[in-house]
Structure formats: C-alpha cells, structure tokens
C-alpha cells in the first residue's frame, strides 16, 4: 500500500519560515512528478510547486521567489521550503506524486493527509 505522509506545518509569523516533508513509503517501482497543493478556507485546492523526477521546478505566481520545492528520490522524499510567509500563505498544504507501485506497474496520483500552515501574528 503506497502512502504519503507530510509533517512539518504549524504557526509562523509574517516573514517566518517553515519546512514540509512529505515521504513516499510503500512497494514503489518509480516515482515521476511530486508537488505541493495547497487549499485555504471557502477556497479551491491551487497548485505551488511541481518537480519532476529529473529535477525541474515549476511555481505558482504567487509563490516564486519565496518557495522552493526539492527531492531527495533515495528517500522518496520532497520538500517545500516556505520563506517570508504571508497571511495569504495560511492553508492547508497536500502533497501529491504520480506513482508507480508494484503491485500494478501503472502510474497513479497519490494525495497525503494534508498539514496546516497558518501565518498570523
């Protein structure tokens, strides 16, 4: 069973940072592109960050600069670091890979459980 398990979230002031993890454990043949989601109060889940297995980045508008979103592919592992947090930030953050478990051989999206990240003085 292929799961996601993310850590990291909490309370950080305006201008703070925070680190979120997100490991990938289970019977895995490969894993391709992982991201970081994040979905605040009465609002949709919006894409942050993307890498691909190769390395390349993507970000959101509103995150580039501020974010950046690594992988460690020996641990099955990404990360998403969050510098000068805003306000605006507050959400919870979802990380999600396209795996290729062992048991199928086919690739499919994954989700964690989610973690709070609330910016607030």
């Known amino acids: 069973q292929v799961q996601l398990v993310e850590s990291g979230g909490g309370l950080v002031q305006p201008g703070g940072s925070l680190r979120l993890s997100c490991a990938a454990s289970?019977?895995?043949?490969?894993?391709?592109?992982m991201a970081w989601y994040r979905q605040a109060p009465e609002k949709q889940r919006e894409l942050v960050a993307t890498?691909?297995?190769?390395?390349?980045?993507n970000y959101a508008d509103s995150v580039k600069g501020r974010f950046a979103i690594s992988r460690d592919n020996a641990k099955n592992t990404v990360y998403l670091q969050m510098n000068a947090l805003k306000p605006e930030d507050t959400a919870v953050y979802y990380c999600?890979?396209?795996?290729?478990?062992?048991?199928?051989?086919?690739?499919?999206?994954?989700w964690g459980q989610g973690t709070q990240v609330t910016v607030s003085s």
């Open positions: 999600n890979a396209a795996i290729r478990p062992m048991s199928s051989g086919y690739v499919s999206n994954y």
């Open positions: 890498t691909t297995s190769g390395g390349s980045t």
């Open positions: 289970g019977s895995i043949l490969s894993i391709n592109t």
